[in-house]
């Protein structure tokens, strides 16, 4: 079935950056955008940027340009999200989500625990 | 900080309809498509409307939305206790910086 499958829990200390995988399978990895979304504790949904493994484009929010890096390998259909000069304030859920362009953000990952504490 | 406004809050009865309104403007609602999301605590959002009122397959048809100008709204009729969650609006935004997909502040759903 179709699913997206992210990398486990992280913790991390302020300054540091962290790398989230998101590995597809059951479609053509190439054939969707994938979406990077956050949300902290109690807190709504953050969208922070996509990539198009066949378009190579990325496009990021302002509020996460010079510290987000989204990339992908397209041999073992995975796209990376890494954060940068981490924060209290990065502590969140991520979540990566497939998006067919106008068909909305249809499958989506587990979702990945990023703790910031020093 | 979102740009699409959503109530925080929204209750019913079961069997009754429930309307979740979300403002926006000409940049996002007015000019693109709306979507919405529904999230369980602890579980990642689950897409249940998009191109403002399409329901992807196993939505129930319960679920309704619609758009007008630079609003949006979801309707829930029949309201179930599994509708107990919270719900959001999204859109691109057409801004001068690119676009940028923008999430409503959400609304959550209580079965009395």
């Known amino acids: 079935q179709v699913q997206l499958v992210q990398s486990g829990a992280e913790v991390k200390k302020p300054g540091a950056s962290v790398k989230v995988s998101c590995k597809a399978s059951?479609?053509?990895?190439?054939?969707?955008?994938i979406n990077w979304v956050r949300q902290a504790t109690g807190q709504g949904l953050e969208w922070m940027g996509w990539?198009?493994?066949?378009?190579?484009?990325?496009g990021y929010t302002q509020k996460f340009q010079g510290r987000v890096t989204m990339t992908w390998s397209t041999s073992i259909d995975t796209a990376y999200m890494e954060l940068s000069s981490l924060r209290s304030e990065d502590t969140a859920v991520y979540y990566c989500a497939r998006d067919g362009r106008t068909n909305g953000m249809d499958v989506w990952g587990q979702g990945t625990t990023v703790t910031v504490s020093s | 900080q979102s740009v699409l406004t959503q109530p925080p809050s929204a209750s019913g009865t079961p069997g009754q309809r429930v309307t979740i309104s979300c403002s926006g403007s000409s940049s996002n609602i007015g000019s693109n498509y709306v979507y919405w999301y529904q999230q369980f605590p602890g579980t990642a959002p689950k897409l249940l409307i998009y191109?403002?009122?399409q329901r992807p397959s196993g939505v129930p048809d319960r679920f309704s939305g619609s758009k007008s100008g630079t609003s949006a709204s979801l309707a829930i009729s029949g309201l179930r206790s599994e509708d107990e969650a919270d719900y959001y609006c999204a859109a691109w935004d057409d801004s001068l910086s690119g676009p940028n997909y923008v999430f409503g502040t959400g609304t959550k759903v209580t079965v009395l």
């Open positions: 990539m198009n493994p066949k378009s190579d484009n990325t």
């Open positions: 059951g479609y053509t990895f190439t054939s969707y955008d």
């Open positions: 191109r403002n009122n």
